[in-house]
């Protein structure tokens, strides 16, 4: 696992460049979207990195994560959020970009739809993750199974809170469902790119870095990929205890190697 602490611009910045570099070598690669604040500077670099040049067209995207029974219109479903930070300000392609269908009538045979789709797509080139409060990644709350696929979750009580931002505030607005990629599906994916910023994720980015492997953390599964970037600012890595050996890791690092 590599820990790169930097002021938040720069790190999506370097979050960008390993999608830049990615859709560089391989037009054809699939991307995995998140949701939420953490990426929303990635998506403003790669949306102007798309002015200057760099193409989605022949690229493919699945989504972690959606609530359940949101309607088709509403502006927090995720589907409408993806196109609107991302989807719609590049060039994928109608139909590019999927994500777990949260209004399906059979929810358990959509997800299973929706893993057979990232397997008939090769699998997830690179995804890019959030971080809750919690130490959960996608929507595997505390307790998930670490070896967990795509389905149904109920989310706990403090990430309902946390996301009553999103819905003027109110709690009670917040969908108690979700679909959600499992943790062994984040795990397929070839490059984990993690974004984590701000005090309140400090407690969480230190487990999922520093902590045992437990499903009570769900992200500290990571732990156990071969490949995983953990991009975090100094509030975020306030509790990291390696924070000075990681941050002369990368002060070191060669300049011809990437995240
Ligand atoms: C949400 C999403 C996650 C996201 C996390 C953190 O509940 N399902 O994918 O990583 O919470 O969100 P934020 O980046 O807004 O702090």
């Known amino acids: 696992m590599e820990v790169v602490?930097?002021?938040a611009a720069e790190l999506a910045r370097l979050a960008a460049d390993a999608v830049e570099g990615l859709l560089r070598g391989n037009p054809e690669a699939v991307l995995g979207l998140a949701t939420g604040s953490s990426p929303l500077a990635v998506y403003d670099?790669?949306?102007?990195?798309?002015?200057?040049?760099?193409?989605?067209a022949r690229a493919r995207a699945f989504m972690l994560d959606?609530?359940?029974?949101?309607?088709?219109?509403?502006?927090?479903?995720?589907?409408n959020v993806i196109e609107?930070?991302?989807?719609?300000?590049?060039?994928?392609?109608?139909?590019?970009?999927?994500?777990?269908?949260?209004?399906a009538e059979?929810?358990?045979?959509?997800?299973?739809a929706y893993e057979q789709a990232i397997t008939d797509a090769g699998g997830v080139d690179l995804q890019i993750l959030g971080i809750g409060t919690d130490g959960h990644i996608a929507f595997n709350e505390p307790g998930s199974s670490l070896a967990s696929r795509t389905?149904?979750?109920?989310l706990t009580k403090q990430t309902r809170e946390d996301n009553a931002r999103f819905f003027g505030g109110s709690v009670d607005l917040v969908p108690r469902h979700c679909l959600t990629q499992g943790?062994?599906?984040?795990?397929a994916a070839r490059h984990l790119v993690l974004l984590a910023t701000g005090r309140a994720k400090a407690e969480a980015v230190h487990q999922l870095v520093e902590g045992p492997v437990s499903a009570m953390w769900p992200a500290t599964i990571m732990q156990l990929h071969p490949h995983a970037t953990v991009l975090v600012d100094d509030a975020a890595?306030?509790?990291?205890?390696?924070?000075d050996y990681y941050r002369q890791t990368y002060a070191d690092k060669p300049d011809w190697q990437g995240l």
């Open 5 to 7: 602490i930097a002021p």
């Open 84 to 103: 609107k930070e991302i989807a719609s300000r590049v060039d994928f392609v109608p139909g590019a970009v999927q994500g777990p269908d949260g209004l």
């Open 151 to 154: 389905r149904i979750k109920t």
């Open 106 to 112: 059979d929810l358990p045979a959509a997800c299973a």
């Open 66 to 79: 959606e609530y359940v029974g949101l309607s088709a219109d509403h502006p927090e479903r995720y589907r």
């Open 237 to 243: 890595a306030s509790r990291l205890q390696l924070g």
């Open 183 to 187: 943790l062994a599906t984040i795990m």
């Open 45 to 56: 670099e790669l949306a102007t990195r798309h002015k200057e040049g760099l193409s989605f």
